[in-house]
């Protein structure tokens, strides 16, 4: 496998020229600026598979389609259904996170589901923010179908990631994977790049292995776990699926197609840490929590034990100083984009 070539960009130079492409959709300028937050804020923390390489698609699909605006129709108690009204998932997303962390400050606990809404990126991204306000969450989302119902051949459902976040000092301990062995961003950033998939990645239409980042893409992700996996992304996909307006599955499109809904919907679900205990008790208890991890016996060859998150919170404090790297293959598909829409050249 080859080297990827890399440029780096300053978060604000990366942040100007996204705002700029966005700026050619009808969207509004509120949504033009928390799109490209979230995006590169998935940068900085090293998931670059969820990042800028996302703008273009995020763009077309917006212009192709109508919209309305983001309403909440069922409002009881801790609960709450959000219609997002085919805004982009970090709109809704955003929106509804708010409404969750609202609902969780007075009852202890909040759900938004997000009904008719689109890819919301990094779903990790939503459950730091909460974190670093000081909520645990459970965020996922749908996702187009990828994964076959274990011993299938068909795909029927996504591979609905989740992140779960806890706050902890300025560091966000978030857990935030999907239910595949590798997200589907992985497997184009592979295909990118003209390399082999790792096995145990992917299978192709009739269900053999394949290092084949197409066969993978035409073919069927391999979930995390085997039956594990795919159940837990069946069970996101039902709850969400059937609870938040009753779009799943192969209702579900991908991203990249234009002109039609995508159906996605996600879920918030926020706990406000108040309403159980005292804030320096829980404090304490993290605090015990992260030494007692910190003191696990490692093997010879591993330097740390890593807290779900601290990989991404370093990525993100050193990309912050040095500027975020961005492969030639991506630059070369954002500037081919750039040419489409009449906007200057990323680099
Ligand atoms: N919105 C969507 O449609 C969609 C769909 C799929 C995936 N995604 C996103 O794709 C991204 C990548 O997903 P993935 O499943 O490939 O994740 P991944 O395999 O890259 O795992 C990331 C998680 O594992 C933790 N981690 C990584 N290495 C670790 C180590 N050595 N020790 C301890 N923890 C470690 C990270 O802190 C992070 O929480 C996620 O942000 C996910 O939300 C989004």
């Not at 609202?102 to 997000?114: P, Y």
């Not at 599955?249 to 996605?264: K, L, M, P, Y």
């Not at 918030?268 to 005292?278: A, E, G, K, L, T």
């Amino acid at each position: 496998m080859e080297q990827a070539t890399y440029i780096r960009f300053p978060y604000e130079k990366l942040q100007a020229w996204g705002e700029k492409v966005l700026a050619k959709t009808p969207m509004s300028e509120e949504e033009i600026k928390t799109v490209v937050k979230v995006l590169l804020d998935t940068n900085l923390r090293g998931m670059d598979t969820h990042g800028i390489n996302m703008l273009s698609s995020y763009s077309e699909r917006y212009k192709a389609i109508e919209h309305r605006d983001i309403t909440v129709t069922e409002d009881k108690g801790a609960g709450c259904v959000i219609d997002g009204g085919n805004h982009t998932g970090q709109m809704t997303s955003m929106f509804a996170l708010e409404k969750a962390m609202e609902k969780a400050d007075k009852f202890g606990i909040g759900l938004a589901l997000v009904k008719e809404s689109c890819h919301n990126g990094a779903v990790g991204y939503y459950a730091s923010l909460a974190a670093q306000k000081g909520y645990i969450s459970l965020v996922s989302t749908t996702v187009m179908p990828l994964i076959a119902p274990w011993g299938g051949l068909e795909p029927f459902v996504g591979n609905n990631p989740y992140a779960i976040g806890f706050p902890y000092k300025e560091l966000p301990i978030v857990l935030d994977v999907a239910n595949t062995v590798a997200a589907r961003q992985k497997i184009f950033s592979y295909a990118r790049e003209g390399w082999k998939l790792p096995d145990g990645w992917a299978m192709d239409k009739e269900g053999n292995p394949t290092n084949d980042p197409q066969e993978a893409i035409n073919g069927l992700l391999m979930p995390v776990g085997g039956h594990k996996g795919a159940g837990l992304a069946l069970m996101i996909d039902m709850i969400l699926g059937t609870l938040a307006g009753g779009t799943y599955s192969r209702s579900i499109c991908a991203n990249t197609v234009t002109g039609r809904e995508q159906h996605i919907a996600h879920l918030f679900f926020v706990m406000n840490p108040d309403f159980y205990m005292s804030r320096e008790a829980l404090d304490a208890n993290i605090n015990q929590y992260v030494a007692d991890f910190r003191n696990v016996k490692k093997k010879a060859d591993v330097e740390k034990l890593l807290l779900p998150g601290e990989l991404e919170w370093e990525k993100s404090l050193e990309r912050m100083a040095n500027g975020i790297p961005v492969s030639t293959a991506i630059i070369k598909e954002l500037n081919a984009y750039a040419d489409k829409i009449g906007v200057e050249h990323l680099a």
